[in-house]
């Protein structure tokens, strides 16, 4: 078996490129069936994308019809209302910035809370100062 299997070079009288013994199968590819393939594969892409562009145009100029004439007139009238509240916050942070402000000043100056009732706030410090000075109210007749 080994007289069989003689590589290129030790072969005499052999040329190289012709070796009629050795050929490829006919069945293994079908070259004219994987071209056919890859240029149907084209002309169905194209014909996608053509049809894709020519949807886009056409929406497109739907829309350009549905925005040249308005379709509600009454809300033209109207202008730019603003819906009621709550509405959505544009800016949070600064929002949460003057929502703390105005609890800090609310806790920390004295004002009206019921003027017709006589009430009035204090700030916290003096709050929990004068709480201390009298201590904490209690049930009659429970120890202190």
Known sequence: ???????????????????????????????????????????????????????FRYLDNREERRQAAPQYPLAAAQGNRVPPEPRLQTNPRQDLADLRAREESTLGTYGWVDKNA???????????????????????????
């Open 1 to 55: 078996m080994p007289e069989l299997h003689q590589p290129h070079a030790a072969r005499a009288g052999a040329d190289a490129t012709s070796n009629p013994e050795v050929h490829h199968e006919h069945s293994d590819v079908n070259i004219r069936a994987i071209l056919m393939f890859g240029v149907g594969l084209i002309v169905v892409g194209v014909v996608i994308s053509l049809a894709v562009g020519g949807l």
């Open 118 to 144: 006589g009430v009035v706030r204090i700030p916290i410090e003096e709050a929990v100062r004068k709480t201390l000075e009298r201590g904490l109210p209690t049930r009659p007749g429970q120890k202190p």
